[in-house]
């Protein structure tokens, strides 16, 4: 009983993304703890601060992932070099979103690359996937 | 007949503007096109290559008809997807495949770039015949907000999603037609 009631938690707390986004986290998790032996689990703040903050992106420009989607993760966002229409990252607006892991690593390496000129960490990654599921 | 007609020419229209319809006032371009089309339904594959350009370069931008461009500027951008207009744009090896053979088979069979001193096009916009198509717009109403650049097709051509160009259906933000 005590592990089902564990495992209902468990799931209900990643509700909201995928099996194969929960088992793409999981890999991060790993990655994570090999690359930095204090490592302790994903946190919603970190990815916080890594969506909104600004840094110098891959045109050499003051860049932050906030600049196309918004600062609102459940409203619509717009592309800053061409205006296109960018539907909201978040899950709960979006039911769409984090349900392939291939999109997610597609446009997680896309758009570090566009934002922090770099690829992010697995820390980094997880960071803030686990902030865009909480929002 | 007529109906089989408009149907394969609406098919057409789908696979992505192999049939681009000039302005009405120039049937030469009009004509060009026209012969180089071959009227026969897509495959099941071909609507989902269509569909897959559509999804990854439309993702960021108007999903550009290939015939735009010739083959040497199209495997020229899919060569540099890394830095495509300054973002990473980098597809997964299979998806990155299927759409350089879907731009190659479907790309201008015309040079397109005559006058552009060996330049290879990367913007469809750098081409002579876009240029002198909208060399009459004003930059205000390319720059606006609801438009941004010469990028946004569909900002002003209401049917260009569909491969179609026609002047009666443009309509500029804030401006209305062009006639």
Redesign the interface.
Known sequence: MKYLALALLFSTSLMAASPEVVQYMNELSKTAKVENSSFDGFDAARGKEIFTSTHTGKQGKPMACTSCHSTNLSSSGKNTLTGKVIDPLSPRANPQRLTSAKEVKKWLKRNFMDVYAREGSAQEKGDVLTYIMKN | MKTLLNLSVAALILAGGAFLYADDDEHEEHERHASNFIAKPMTKQEKTTVALYQKECG????AYQPEFLPKSSWDKTMKSL??H????????PAEHKTIQNYLATHASKYDRMTGMGGEIAIRISETPNFKQEHREIPKKMVTQ?????F??CS?CHTKSASGSYREREIRIPNYGSWE
């Open positions: 993702a960021c931008h108007f890394n830095n207009f300054g973002t990473d744009a980098t597809l997964d907000a609801e438009v941004k650049s990028a946004n900002a």
